[in-house]
């Protein structure tokens, strides 16, 4: 248990759905992360939350549209997806500072059909 | 722009022996680097983190050293056990919260 809950852990959903991952921690931290890790490729960094602030979208489609509600809830919506787009999704947590310690939640293992 | 390798991307050694992970970035201006275990289809779980500072960091069986200037940090592991057969993450942070991966080595220590 690293303080991170992702949920839900499995989804599978068709390309005309809409459907959302959740994040929460409950370390006190005030920046959350969305990674995608793909097979054989190294995790991608998606978005970054300073303060319920978004302080970094690495060029992700507009299908994917992440939402902070307050520092220790994260939320990624999820809109006419493609297959490619299936991928385990990551969340993580840290404090801001330099030195920082970045803690994982367990992923959501999402299919796209 | 940082890039992270990992070398090899996959490892089998029998138990008991010792064994190093290698990781090494392009670009020495880091701020931290961590090591993390991935189990197939789960999260990550933070082993190590090294402040730019540090040259090295302990924990049970595991050690890790960081040399800034030759963009290198190695993950020694003793007595390797069937337990620690996972994949080995590094990522270096780069000071604006963010942490750059590498793609992993994936161990199996055979029993």
């Known amino acids: 248990e690293t303080g991170v809950t992702q949920t839900p852990r499995h989804l599978v959903m068709g390309m005309t759905n809409k459907k959302s991952l959740k994040c929460e921690q409950h370390?006190?931290?005030?920046?959350m992360y969305w990674y995608k890790q793909s097979a054989k490729k190294p995790l991608e960094l998606m978005f970054v939350y300073n303060f319920k602030e978004q302080t970094e979208n690495n060029s992700v489609p507009s299908r994917f549209s992440p939402e902070c509600p307050n520092s220790s809830h994260l939320f990624l919506h999820l809109h006419t997806l493609q297959p490619e787009d299936s991928a385990l999704y990551l969340c993580?947590?840290?404090?801001?500072?330099?030195?920082?310690?970045?803690?994982f939640g367990q992923g959501t293992r999402l299919t796209v059909v | 722009k940082q890039e992270v390798t990992q070398i090899p991307a996959a490892l089998s050694v029998p138990e008991g022996e010792n064994l190093v992970l290698n990781c090494s970035f392009t670009d020495s201006a880091i701020y931290n680097l961590q090591w993390f275990r991935q189990d197939p289809g789960k999260g990550l779980t933070s082993l190590l983190l090294?402040?730019?500072?540090?040259r090295e960091q302990t924990s049970g069986r595991l050690n890790a050293s960081l040399d800034k200037s030759s963009g290198r940090s190695t993950l020694y592991i003793a007595a390797s056990q069937p337990g620690d057969s996972a994949t080995y993450l590094c990522?270096?942070?780069?000071?604006?919260?963010?942490?750059?991966f590498g793609t992993g080595t994936r161990l199996k220590v055979l029993a």
């Open positions: 993580a947590s840290s404090q801001v500072t330099v030195d920082t310690e970045a803690f």
């Open positions: 090294i402040q730019s500072s540090q």
């Open positions: 990522a270096v942070g780069d000071g604006t919260y963010k942490y750059i």
């Open positions: 370390l006190g931290h005030n920046a």
